[in-house]
Nanobody, 129 residues
């Protein structure tokens, strides 16, 4: 079991960059697939990025990005910090949402892995235009 805590959200201007973090306060995050989801008011939850378990080669790639963020967002791990990060560049108002990290131990190719067992409480990212 893993307990997740997100941090690093805030208010930024359009075009700015921001890095948000997902840290495991219990459990070893490197043993889990980790994804970032976001949900804006009145919209459905969207999976924006995912990263495979540390040291595991996935046939369809070790990272996944939604088309809406591809080329602007980067997901990465720091196993020593027991954390996963989402670096967000060229932010725009459409990126405004609560961002959640989620973890799951089941090995499913990332493009099709939409179900996650453990969730954090979320961190708010607001982009002003």
């Amino acid at each position: 079991q893993v307990q997740l805590v997100e941090s690093g959200g805030g208010l930024v201007q359009a075009g700015d960059s921001l890095r948000i973090s997902c840290t495991a306060s219990a459990g070893t995050l490197s043993s889990y697939v980790v994804a970032w989801f976001r949900q804006a008011p009145g919209k459905e939850r969207e999976r924006v990025a995912a990263i495979s378990m540390s040291g595991v080669t996935m046939i369809h790639g070790s990272t996944y990005y939604a088309e809406s963020v591809k080329g602007r967002f980067t997901v990465s791990r720091d196993n020593a910090a027991n954390s996963v990060y989402l670096q967000m560049n060229s932010l725009n108002s459409e990126d405004t949402a609560i961002y959640y990290c989620a973890a799951d131990s089941r090995r499913i190719p990332l493009p099709w892995k939409t179900q996650y067992e453990f969730w954090g409480q979320g961190t708010q990212v607001t982009v002003s235009s």
